[in-house]
Nanobody
């Protein structure tokens, strides 16, 4: 029922910023917890952050202080603001209705000089 679509990826220089968007349709968006995951070349998928319907937020340690997750229920959208980007942040970033099999198609983030 629920569908999520990522956008906002691209090529940025180290130290730069990028904002990813996860647009949802179907279901009742305001009740969903939404998570971001990423998968770098040759590595397993890893958790990045989540935000619950009540606004509870959690981040993986290596993005704390650099990434910010937020949601706008009126727009059915969750955002991931990424600052101070590092080359090791390069990955395909996926949006997920948390702990479900509802995934977006992924958006490529490349951090390179």
């Amino acid at each position: 029922q629920a569908q999520v679509v990522e956008s906002g990826g691209g090529l940025v220089q180290p130290g730069g910023s990028l904002r990813l968007s996860c647009a949802a349709s179907g279901g009742t968006f305001s009740t969903y917890a939404i998570a971001w995951y990423r998968q770098a070349p040759g590595k397993q998928r890893e958790f990045v952050a989540y935000i619950t319907s009540g606004g509870t937020i959690n981040y993986v340690d290596f993005v704390k202080g650099r990434f910010t997750i937020s949601r706008d229920n009126a727009k059915n959208t969750v955002y991931l603001q990424m600052n101070s980007l590092k080359p090791e942040d390069t990955a395909v970033y996926y949006c997920n209705v948390f702990l479900t099999d509802y995934w977006g198609q992924g958006t490529q983030v490349t951090v390179s000089s």
